[in-house]
């Protein structure tokens, strides 16, 4: 019979996210992780092959909740501007009700993870495919909203649905109040969404029309 686990992984991956939130990548030591935990050494080296396995498994467990909590809000709202709003108000929301977890999303990237050594190759793939849900997500809401998820239709919606809110919690001041963010968020995202892009392209000068250096062409004399 095998022998049952006394320690849970969301246990041992809660004492690696305090670690790194309070002495940073350095402190996530298989010794720190294990007086935190109570985990014992060899049961930590059992489940995890390196430190970087410990810290990626953390984000993709912070990844996944941050993922359900932004689809939860999508389920429960309107299609269209309505969701979009909904969904990109909900990363306020998630960082003011999960504060450590919204830190340890600034600290870190994807790509950053992806390039650590001891990696395993499936959690290279679970890294690799970790944002599938939230691709889908920016997809449908570019159907609802511009009625084909395009390129230029999905990258609008990411940007202001996830790109305007991520930024604003990745920047924000640990312990500030995040209501005056939430309605800070709420205008740039709709104004993001809503822009008339047909006028955006600059017209031609005229030929009265001063025009910078920079923006003028040099030609190459032959």
Same mark, same amino acid.
């Given at each position: 019979m095998a022998r049952r686990r006394t320690y849970s992984d969301e246990q041992i991956l809660s004492a690696v996210r305090d670690l +790194? +939130? #309070?002495e940073g990548p /350095?402190? &996530? @030591? @298989?010794?720190?992780v294990s007086? /935190?935990?109570? !985990?014992?050494?060899?049961? +930590?080296?059992?489940?995890?092959?390196?430190r970087s396995a410990m810290v990626a498994q953390l984000w993709i467990r912070t990844i996944r909740e941050f993922h359900e909590f932004l689809l939860a809000?999508?389920?429960?709202?309107?299609?269209? +501007?309505? /969701?979009?709003? @909904?969904?990109?108000?909900? @990363?306020?929301?998630?960082a003011a009700q999960h504060p450590e977890d919204a830190r340890l999303l600034a600290m870190a990237s994807r790509e950053e993870l992806r390039s650590s050594e001891g990696l395993t190759a499936d959690l290279v793939d679970e890294l690799d495919d970790l944002n599938a849900p939230a691709e889908a997500l920016a997809a449908q809401l570019a159907r609802e909203l511009y009625g084909r998820a395009s390129r230029p239709a999905v990258e /609008? &919606?990411?940007? !202001?649905?996830?790109?305007?809110p991520y930024t604003a919690v990745r920047h924000r001041r640990p312990g500030r109040d995040l209501g005056p963010m939430r309605e800070l968020v709420r205008v740039a995202s709709r104004a993001a969404l809503e #822009?008339?892009?047909?006028?955006?392209?600059? #017209?031609?000068?005229?030929?009265?029309?001063p025009t910078s250096p920079k923006a003028t062409p040099t030609r190459r004399s032959r």
């Open positions: +790194l +939130l #309070a /350095r402190g &996530v @030591t @298989t010794a720190a007086a /935190r935990s109570g !985990a014992p050494v060899g049961s +930590l080296y059992h489940r995890f092959p390196s809000a999508a389920e429960r709202s309107e299609p269209g +501007l309505d /969701r979009a709003m @909904t969904v990109a108000l909900a @990363t306020i929301d998630f /609008r &919606v990411v940007f !202001a649905v996830f790109g305007i #822009a008339d892009l047909s006028a955006s392209a600059p #017209a031609p000068s005229s030929p009265a029309t």
